[in-house]
């Protein structure tokens, strides 16, 4: 229990170690957040310059979408408009003669070059609207020109009919459709209906051409023009269908069709063309993918998609874009990738510096803190032993009564010059007081006037 004649050091002097390291970690604890948030900083500016740069890559790479999307849809709409061009000039030849032959139609054809000059197209033909009045002089015309098994297909009593009389180039696939009814099929009969009652080309749904065989069957479509005799009426829908003479049409195998439009190498663009308003399965017209890569795959796997309707001569097409994996393997990310490594690389560096600058100062603080915590614990030690000694002084002490030697607190007995000596920083210098002289000394005068 300590002495309560034990003086107190002062209150400075008395702080704990403890209290002191407690300061210390503070500030070190500081230091490390300043190295958190260079890290916080570093990357944040990091993924903003990431973000930044792969938003413009992004938007570039759509940007390309959708000009090979826009460039594509123009192709088609112009490759359909140039063959409504072509047969206009086939209702032109029919409206500027008092009468067609095949062999004016064949030269017609011939001097259009449409295999060099109109890709896609299966051949320009005119059908002859004939009534069931007409019909048996009409295939005794027909087998008279020099077509025997000419009839009109297919068979059987309808209240009107439109047979395929003229169609170039007259080949082997072509003289499949040669005598064909095309209103005896309901979807090419309203596309024909339409071109009759409005006086302008009509598009026909998807059908199968009747000049398809077993192999390479691809769907079909075809377009319509009215053709009306010279001189009658054509300002009424009604007035139309009196006047009618025939259609001036085109077939078309839609894979063919296409040839020419899609002209990208690596087929950056996949395109479905649906007939209608819907991609549904058996309304597909055309497909540019293969199996290999097939066009609809889940949600979210093509890095741009994009549907619009194409509307030409009254029919409507859904065409259904997705990038190809060429166009998204194609897109640069690298770049913007090797930039976001390299920026965590150089944010990790300066988080790791900082750390070490504010660990070293930690350490350094630490030495010094422990030097300053080394001379004051000296300090104290020294300033409690003094104190401690100088309280033996002031306390009893044991002294003999005779020879007035004392007694330490080990038990031995010192002269008591030695014993304050020891323990302050005393000193003594003998001598000898008068009345010690006088007993000591009687017969000499050591008075201080004695000369």
């Known amino acids: 229990m300590p002495d309560k004649n034990t003086p107190e050091l002062p209150g400075h002097i008395s702080t704990r170690t403890s209290g002191i390291f407690s300061t210390f970690h503070l500030l070190g604890f500081m230091g490390r957040w300043g190295a958190w948030i260079v890290l916080l900083a570093s990357l944040l500016i990091t993924f903003n310059a990431w973000y930044f740069a792969r938003s413009e890559i992004t938007k570039r790479a759509q940007a390309r979408f959708d000009f090979r999307v826009k460039t594509i849809k123009t192709g088609i709409y112009e490759r359909l408009q140039a063959y409504e061009f072509l047969l206009r000039g086939g209702s032109g030849l029919f409206a500027t003669s008092d009468e067609v032959t095949?062999?004016?139609?064949?030269?017609y054809i011939t001097?259009?070059?449409i295999n060099q000059y109109y890709p896609g197209i299966q051949g320009v033909g005119f059908?002859?609207?004939?009534?069931?009045?007409?019909?048996?002089?009409h295939i005794r015309q027909i087998r008279g020109e020099g077509f025997p098994q000419y009839t009109i297909k297919p068979d059987g009593e309808r209240p009107e009919y439109t047979s395929i009389i003229f169609l170039e180039p007259f080949d082997w696939r072509n003289q499949r459709a040669f005598g064909y009814d095309m209103f005896s099929e309901p979807t090419?009969?309203?596309?024909?209906?339409?071109a009759r009652d409005t006086g302008i080309a009509a598009l026909s749904g998807k059908v199968t051409l009747v000049q398809e065989t077993v192999k390479d069957i691809q769907a079909g479509f075809l377009i319509y023009l009215a053709v009306y005799r010279k001189g009658e009426p054509q300002e009424t829908p009604e007035q139309r269908r009196k006047a009618l003479m025939g259609y001036v049409y085109s077939p078309f195998?839609?894979?063919?069709?296409?040839k020419g439009i899609l002209v990208e190498k690596d087929g950056y663009v996949r395109l479905q063309i649906f007939d209608g308003n819907k991609p549904l399965k058996e309304s597909l017209l055309y497909r540019s993918d293969t199996a290999e890569e097939p066009h609809n795959y889940p949600e979210g796997r093509h890095f741009a998609t994009n549907q619009s309707v194409l509307?030409?001569?009254?029919?409507?097409?859904?065409?259904?874009?997705?990038?190809?994996?060429?166009?998204?393997?194609?897109?640069?990310?690298?770049?913007?990738?090797?930039?976001?490594?390299?920026?965590?690389?150089?944010?990790l560096?300066?988080?790791g510096m900082?750390?070490?600058?504010?660990?070293?100062?930690?350490?350094?603080?630490?030495?010094?803190?422990?030097?300053?915590?080394?001379?004051?614990?000296?300090?104290?030690?020294?300033?409690?032993?003094?104190?401690?000694?100088?309280?033996?002084?002031?306390?009893?002490?044991?002294?003999?009564?005779?020879?007035?030697?004392?007694?330490?607190?080990?038990?031995?007995?010192?002269?008591?010059?030695?014993?304050?000596?020891?323990?302050?920083?005393?000193?003594?210098?003998?001598?000898?007081?008068?009345?010690?002289?006088?007993?000591?000394?009687?017969?000499?005068?050591?008075s201080e006037d004695a000369e």
Request: neutral net charge; aromatic residues 10%.
């Open 102 to 107: 095949r062999e004016d139609w064949r030269t």
């Open 111 to 113: 001097k259009l070059q």
């Open 127 to 137: 059908s002859k609207h004939i009534l069931p009045s007409e019909k048996a002089a």
């Open 188 to 194: 090419r009969k309203e596309a024909m209906i339409r």
């Open 253 to 258: 195998r839609m894979n063919d069709f296409m």
């Open 311 to 347: 509307e030409y001569a009254g029919h409507r097409w859904l065409l259904s874009f997705v990038s190809s994996k060429y166009f998204e393997e194609d897109i640069a990310t690298g770049f913007t990738n090797f930039t976001l490594l390299l920026g965590i690389t150089i944010s």
């Open 349 to 351: 560096l300066l988080f």
């Open 354 to 446: 900082v750390l070490e600058k504010a660990n070293i100062g930690l350490r350094k603080e630490i030495m010094e803190r422990e030097r300053a915590e080394e001379q004051r614990d000296k300090l104290i030690e020294d300033l409690q032993k003094t104190l401690s000694e100088v309280k033996t002084l002031r306390g009893f002490l044991p002294i003999c009564s005779n020879c007035k030697k004392i007694r330490d607190d080990k038990g031995y007995w010192n002269q008591i010059e030695s014993y304050i000596r020891d323990r302050s920083e005393a000193e003594f210098s003998h001598g000898i007081c008068p009345e010690c002289a006088k007993k000591l000394y009687p017969d000499i005068d050591l």
